[in-house]
């Protein structure tokens, strides 16, 4: 006889403030280090060690939701950057913004060169190497993935293994609205 199990979802009411904080302490646990250790001129780093200049050079291309708090961003170059909020990610260039909620998303699908099939030596090579951008695939529940460029090496990886984790914001958190 065969015995069905379904899975039953616990959704953990937080803050944006409380989603903020565990989005950086994934950050910090991946790293292996407290805030302390950065400066904000990393290539991927918290928002809020960024020049209150820069904070706001960046803000000002992103109308965001209500409640939602920048907490991590990844510089691409002098005028791209992936921001990640309490909500979602956001691709900012000077084409404008495009934006993944969490709550769509399934995971990352991880760097195009690695595509399915292609683990040879020189491939695995190059996306090691630091100082280069490639796509990579942040893949949504409907199935459909979306790419945007990402830094190589140690920042690339950081990314990849850190927003894997946000999935559960989407899943798990509901966020609670401020009265």
């Known amino acids: 006889m065969r015995t069905s199990y379904s899975t039953v979802v616990v959704k953990v009411s937080k803050t944006p403030g409380e989603v903020a904080a565990q989005i950086e302490r994934w950050f910090l646990l991946y790293h ?4 302390t250790s950065f400066s904000g001129s990393e290539t991927f780093t918290i ?23 920048p907490v991590l961003v990844m510089f691409l170059n002098s005028n791209e950057c992936i921001l990640n909020t309490t909500e979602r990610f956001i691709h900012i260039d000077n084409k404008g913004t495009s934006s993944l ?7 990352p699908n991880g760097f195009k060169a690695l595509g399915p099939g292609t683990m040879d030596n020189l491939t695995v090579v190059s996306i090691k190497k630091e100082g280069k951008l490639e796509e990579f695939g942040l893949k949504k529940k409907d199935g459909e993935v979306v790419y945007w460029p ?10 990849w293994n850190i927003t894997d984790r946000f999935k559960i914001i989407g899943r798990r958190f509901v966020i609670k609205k401020k009265k």
């Open 47 to 69: 928002f809020d060690l960024l020049s209150p200049e820069k904070q706001k050079e960046l803000v000002k291309h992103v109308e965001f939701n209500k409640q939602e708090i």
């Open 32 to 35: 292996k280090t407290e805030k």
């Open 150 to 159: 990402v830094p190589t090496g140690k920042p690339g990886f950081a990314f």
């Open 101 to 107: 909620y969490y709550t769509e998303f399934d995971g």
